[in-house]
């Protein structure tokens, strides 16, 4: 977990006398921070006979302030006295830069995330059956007990770098496609990047993440701090995938990138670079995990999972992860807070970040930030880690796909834009599409009506719902033949978008023929709302449309009610289902990420 670098406030010495020198001007930097931690803090300065700066700027729940470095223990233990966090603010190197990260705090989730699907199963079992506590012990203890601290600008923190960048090398000897980088920063300590360079989506990246640095609060530079759990314990989680990812030949057919970022406890500097490089440089991210803190189980469930400041389709592909992949192991949704570690810093820049935590804020490891955060303290066992390498394991298996040696790779997914072909669900007894795409089309599921006609599987409504008239002859009277729905812009269904919905029907009358547009945000418990009721401009086949917005996520449904005469549509049951001779109703059902 983080605490953020602070600059610090000028003082000018105004004298008539001309042998007054001017004071030296202390380093300030700008910070955002939750307004909810402004008066806890406030009042823990005031306590000492400090003042915290007041905010220059604030804005949905985050300020900007500007503060001195000699205030940045001060505010980091005020942090962790009053509000139980990891510091909780990130550094800025300006003030235009803290003012958009507000705004971007402020602005909505990305409307077009990745889609992510569950294929993968015999390469994820043989990266998760490989992974050894042992090789996470010797990790953590390596980082914990070979320096004084890892500060970020101290020579330690230098050192820690250049050790795990040779580690990693060792690890990825005789393989080509692997490369091990130092990402350099304004300060000493540098971050470390490993990468698997992907086989056939090679410009769409994994991330898999933990921070380098640790921080003894009662004295940064010089004080002892082993940070074995704070982060020793998250590095040593990334390291242990790469290590099986190698042994077991595994080749994603996306890039994936291994992370250990530097001068997280200072502001999320590091992690805050590199995804900025990354948006600046057009990098397109699919999916982060971030692994800070991950050998000490503070409560009862096994996992805590972000719900703060990362992506929902993300956190909801973890939870799948884990509910398949480790059935035996228990989730919570837990809140984080503001800055609360570097997976903030890529939903910052724009990329769905996940974070799975080993306990709540509350019950967390209650020795991090000084010389205590020792492998000992933990009992002298990785165990607890375990559990969350295996987690990231899966994690790149099922984001990456591709294969460990001897398996077949799965296809890595439906890409953003596809339009998904329905295909018969037994369980709503309609048309529906199994996987996110841009769109679903009914094809010609729907052909016909009832037992006028070729429609398979009639009637085609949630659960047999709502039956169909039999009166008439095919294509002669009435029938509805054909739904699809689809984004406007081509890119995938998700909440809040504007989508289309194209009814083909089999029209006998321009004046007496009416189609009426439903959807319903639930497919299981279905509610309809009217879209609105059409008429069809020509006799014979014709496709009507309309618009309407996606509402939140969830397994949903549209209906189309064509009918012959009778009263307009409303979203009365009468009107959903009407009861002409001549009425054919379809359903089509769809997953909104």
């Known amino acids: 977990m983080k605490m953020s670098r602070i600059g610090s406030v000028a003082v000018w010495l105004a004298c008539a006398t001309p042998a007054l020198a001017e004071a030296p001007r202390e380093k300030e930097v700008w910070i955002t921070m939750g307004t909810d931690a402004l008066e806890p803090v406030r009042g823990a300065f005031q306590a000492k006979g400090l003042t915290l700066a007041a905010p220059t700027f604030q804005k949905g729940g985050v300020a900007v302030l500007r503060v001195s470095d000699s205030q940045v223990e001060q505010l980091a233990l005020a942090m962790h006295d009053e509000l139980n966090r990891c510091a909780g603010f990130i550094a800025h190197d300006s003030q235009a830069e803290a003012f958009a990260a507000v705004q971007a705090d402020n602005a909505p989730q990305p409307v077009a995330p990745p889609i992510y699907t569950i294929n993968n199963a015999p390469s994820v079992k043989a990266l998760m059956d490989e992974v050894r506590e042992s090789e996470l012990r010797g990790t953590i203890k390596a980082l914990s007990s070979n320096w004084t601290n890892r500060y970020y600008n101290v020579q330690n923190g ?38 698997i360079q992907g086989t056939t989506l090679p410009d769409e990246v994994v991330v898999l993440g933990g921070h380098l640095d640790s921080i003894n609060l009662s004295n940064s530079t010089k004080g002892t701090a082993p940070g074995a759990d704070d982060d ?22 996306r890039t994936v990138k291994f992370m250990a970022y530097a001068g997280e406890e200072v502001g999320l500097l590091g992690s805050k670079a590199i995804a900025n490089s990354f948006k600046a440089n057009g990098v397109n991210v699919v999916g982060v995990l971030q692994l800070d803190m991950t050998n000490y189980q503070g409560n009862t469930f096994d996992f805590g999972l972000v719900q703060d400041r990362t992506n929902a389709p993300l956190n909801t592909q973890v939870r799948n992860l884990i509910a398949t992949y480790q059935p035996e192991r228990t989730v919570a949704n837990i809140m984080c807070g503001y800055g609360c570690s570097d997976h903030a810093s890529w939903t910052l820049a724009g990329y769905p970040a996940a974070m799975p935590f080993e306990a709540s804020l509350s019950t967390m490891n209650p020795v991090i930030h000084g010389e205590e955060d020792t492998l000992t303290f933990m009992g002298g066992t990785a165990e607890n880690s375990v559990k969350f390498a295996k987690l990231g394991a899966s994690f790149m298996a099922e984001l990456a796909k591709g294969a ?162 009778g009263p307009s549509g409303t979203t009365s049951p009468a009107r959903v289902c009407s009861s002409g001779g001549y009425d054919d109703r379809d359903d089509l059902v769809f997953t909104v990420p």
């Open 404 to 565: 460990t040696e001897g398996n077949t790779p799965p296809p890595v997914g439906v890409e953003p834009g596809a339009l998904q072909s329905a295909a018969f669900d037994a369980t709503y007894w309609a048309p529906g599409c199994s996987q996110v795409g841009s769109g679903c089309d009914s094809g010609t599921l729907l052909n016909g009506r009832g037992g006028v006609g070729p429609e398979l599987n009639q009637p085609n409504t949630l659960r047999m719902s709502c039956a169909d008239g039999t009166s008439g002859t095919y294509h002669v009277d009435e029938s509805l033949d054909r739904l699809k729905v689809s984004t406007l812009d081509g890119t995938i269904l998700f909440p809040g978008k504007t989508v289309k919905i194209e009814a083909t029907v089999y029209a006998y009358s321009t004046t007496e023929d009416k189609l009426d547009l439903y959807y319903s945000a639930s497919a299981t418990s279905p509610s309809w709302q009217l879209i609105g009721t059409y008429s069809p401009s020509t006799t014979g086949v014709t496709t009507l449309s309309a618009t309407y917005t996606l509402p939140a996520s969830g397994v949903q449904a549209i209906r189309g009610n064509f009918r012959h005469a």
């Open 232 to 253: 020793a314990s998250g590095v040593a989680s990334v390291t242990e995938v790469l290590r099986v990812a190698v042994l077991k030949g595994y080749k994603p057919a």
């Open 158 to 195: 230098a050192d820690a770098s250049t050790w795990l960048e040779n580690e990693w090398k060792k690890l990825a000897t005789g393989r080509p496609d692997i490369t091990v980088e130092l990402f350099p920063h304004g300060f000493l300590q540098s971050s470390v990047i490993a990468t």
